[in-house]
């Protein structure tokens, strides 16, 4: 509990720390409305938007893609994870290609993707499951072949169909993986629709930067990024975390 405390204190400190450089940088700058605004100014910019109902919607509506985007790529890659990992073959011939799309970041096909579907929801849609489809799939294959062959020789000995090896053996010796491959997918994800936003979308915090930055409204920036920051890490801290943490737990894998 003391180290809890401790750490606690730490924190709180750093933050002060942080808080105090940033406004004594903000005072000693030619112009800060427009290069660093101060604490002060960043919080009265939350203010200005929250009156107006502008920061809950951007909020809103950038979670509510990030739940529908994360939730197609769930679905569309644990599937073809497990399928690939069924059989080693058919897995060593996708690997280099999704290798090679993983290795092209969801911002890098963004401009070819509006140049086919333009400025749309569909676009920022595209961009996240492109992003959040791979992670979530390697990593499913892996936790299928990472699966001890004793066991399923053990499930073939007893006459069990390929469709029970997989439901008895195959998925819940992945769970882990699967877990780990939804919460790293869901990370790259959120970023995917900040980087979405930005560029096609319309609402959201990512078109709340773009747009302030344009009207030079440098303390909205700001806003938006810490906004971006806290959200993930409450999203990660309470809803992610504990998740990945359960089913590791519960499938037996954690060191006692």
């Known amino acids: 509990m003391s180290f809890i405390k401790g750490g ?4 709180v400190l750093l933050i002060v720390g942080i808080l105090a450089l940033w406004s004594v940088l903000s005072q000693n700058i030619p112009n800060p409305s427009r290069y660093l605004p101060s604490p002060v100014s960043v919080v009265l910019s939350s203010y200005d938007v929250i009156w107006k109902g502008l920061l809950p919607n951007y909020i809103g509506q950038t979670l509510w893609r990030l739940v529908i985007g994360s939730a197609i790529g769930l679905l569309l890659g644990i599937p073809f994870g ?15 290609i999704m ?3 993983q290795s092209i970041s969801g911002i890098a096909i963004l401009p070819i993707i509006v140049v086919w579907w333009g ?13 959040c489809f791979f992670p979530i799939a390697f990593n499913v294959l892996t936790g299928v072949r990472s699966t001890p062959m004793i066991l399923v020789n ?25 877990a780990t491959g939804a919460r790293l997918g869901i990370g ?5 629709v900040i980087a979405g936003e930005m560029l096609a979308g319309r609402r959201g915090l990512g078109w709340m930067i773009f747009t ?3 009207a030079d409204l440098t303390a909205q920036v700001i ?34």
Not at 188 to 192: D, K, Q
Request: glycine share 6%; aromatic share 10%.
């Open 82 to 96: 497990i399928a690939l990992g069924l059989n080693r073959t058919v897995s060593d011939m996708f690997y280099p």
């Open 8 to 11: 606690g204190i730490e924190l």
């Open 154 to 178: 053990a499930l073939r000995t007893l006459g069990a169909s390929r469709l029970r090896i997989v439901k008895d053996v195959l998925i819940p010796s992945a769970m882990p993986h699967i």
């Open 119 to 131: 400025n749309s929801e569909k676009t920022v849609f595209v961009v996240i499951l492109y992003t």
């Open 223 to 256: 806003l938006g990024m810490v906004m971006i920051g806290v959200i993930w890490i409450m999203i990660d801290r309470f809803a992610l975390r504990p998740i990945e943490a359960d089913t590791i737990q519960r499938w037996g894998l954690v060191q006692r």
């Open 188 to 192: 790259y994800a959120w970023r995917a």
């Open 212 to 214: 302030a930055q344009d």
């Open 99 to 101: 290798n090679f799309f």
